[in-house]
């Protein structure tokens, strides 16, 4: 490295030591994962009453699914994050790589927290309940499904069944998690590299990642668009939607950039990412958020105009059960917390290079997206949609302590795969231009 440049803000010359200690403080990353297991069993003592209100098993299994989703938002969202790291570069990815190869390696957990679902499907979906044409037919002539719906659901039959959710659950984590071996198992070996640090190392490391994730992006946005699609769109059977998995791909985005740049700002009181975070690169993750609320926005926005503006039958009813009753507070807070306020405060510059306020800031857009969650699952049930009861309904408050236990243990995972690693990868011809000293010139 060289460096005589002056940096007149803090009287630096030329570029500042890399820390001793790459990894994770263990004292702190130990406590907060305590703080997130203490969390979940709190959420899961507040939902045990809830088992025994009305409807309140139902709700359970609702909640919990809403938390499977969120979780897999972060891990799996982590991991095409990590991907589009690799395909773009940029000094921004290097500061989030480890904390994305760490979301991505939580995958391997949600696979045992997918269980429940897949033991207590018949609770929540249709095509569970109901799972021939024989079936159908019964619950038609008993007026426990409409007529749309046994159509549809007997159309969609090669798709959405048990048998086949479960093969398209196993073949699409069978090659997301094929994906995440190599992309974790490559980064040590990049560090590892006899040749480190040159040119040739860079580049062959480069290529070399990708190769991998440029076909990896597009099949990961094809098994997510069936994911969701399989486990989201069909709680509704007859619900159609051509952007579905793209919005979920974008909202995944959202949530792992709220959270990659909670955790380097709260990981950037201590070494080594006191040293590594410049407020450039907290600058350029501020607008890299912006940019997918910005995109978030013009999705459903677009979506629901381009319905709403059909009227359509067969699709409007979605957006009914979304806005009648007391979803119409639903749906408002959604829009406010989702879009309206991350948006007005992401225009701001100072904001974004403020390290306090884009905690709270980052923290405020992870409880949008569990927000949005309860907004696209609970309206798809007969007893919620159209008309939340909450009053002689606590069952419904399951949303809140169900998910919060199922995030408290993906997080406690999480974390413990943060201090796993080193924070940074040292061979990376971006981690010379982070060491330089703030307007250089």
């Known amino acids: ?27 702190v990353v130990s406590r ?36 499977w989703m ?33 979301m991505s390696r939580t995958l391997w957990g949600l696979v045992l927290l997918f269980i429940p679902i897949a033991i207590w499907m018949k ?20 007026h426990w499904i409409t007529l749309e719906q046994a159509l549809t659901a007997n159309d969609k039959r090669p798709m959405l069944s048990p048998v086949s959710a479960l093969v398209q659950f196993a073949i699409a984590f069978a090659i997301l998690l094929t994906f995440t071996y190599f992309l974790n198992k490559w980064s040590l070996q990049r560090d590892a590299d006899p040749l480190r ?31 969701s699609i399989v486990w989201i769109k069909s709680l509704d059977v007859t619900w159609y939607s051509s952007i579905y998995g793209l919005q979920f791909l974008v909202g995944q985005g959202y949530a792992v950039l709220a959270l990659g740049i909670l955790i380097v700002i709260m990981l950037s009181r201590y070494e080594p990412m006191k040293t590594l ?12 958020a912006l940019a997918f609320v910005m995109l978030n926005i013009y999705l459903c926005f677009a979506e629901f105009l381009i319905i709403w503006s059909g009227n359509i039958p067969d ?28 948006f007005c405060l992401l225009l701001s510059r100072d904001l974004k290079r403020n390290k306090k306020k884009m905690i709270w800031l980052a923290s405020w857009m992870i409880f949008a997206r569990f927000v949005d969650m309860f907004w696209l699952i609970e309206p798809n049930f007969r007893d919620a949609a159209g008309n939340l009861h909450i009053h002689n309904n606590a069952g419904i408050l399951a949303y809140i302590t169900v998910p919060v236990a199922v ?7 999480f974390l413990t795969e943060l201090k796993a690693r080193p924070l940074v990868n040292v061979n990376d011809p971006h981690l010379e231009e982070m060491l330089e000293p703030e307007h250089v010139h």
């Open 315 to 342: 699709e409007i009813p979605w957006y009914l059960n979304r806005i009648h009753g007391g979803w119409w507070y639903i749906c408002s807070l959604d829009f406010i917390a989702h879009w309206l306020i991350p």
């Open 407 to 413: 995030v408290g243990i993906w997080a406690a995972y």
């Open 70 to 102: 969120t979780c897999f938002g972060f891990a799996g969202g982590g991991l095409c994050m990590l991907m589009l790291q690799h395909v773009t570069g940029g000094k921004w990815g290097l500061l989030l790589r480890r904390p994305l190869e760490a």
């Open 197 to 227: 640090g040159t040119q040739g190392s860079f580049d062959r490391w480069r290529i070399k990642f990708e190769n991998l994730s440029g076909i990896g992006i597009l099949i990961y946005v094809i098994l997510l668009t069936d994911l």
């Open 277 to 288: 975070l410049r407020v450039t690169e907290q600058h350029d993750l501020g607008k890299l």
């Open 32 to 67: 907060w994962r305590t703080r997130m297991l203490i969390v979940a069993a709190l959420g899961v003592l507040l939902t045990i009453p809830f088992g025994f209100s009305h409807e309140g098993k139902n709700h359970i299994i609702r909640a919990y699914l809403m938390g």
């Open 123 to 142: 609770h929540l979906y249709q095509w569970a309940a109901y799972p021939t044409a024989a079936t159908t037919a019964e619950a038609l002539s008993k």
């Open 1 to 27: 490295m060289s460096g005589h440049e002056h940096n007149g803000a803090n009287g630096h010359h030329g570029p500042r030591p890399l820390p001793a200690t790459l990894t994770a403080p263990e004292n």
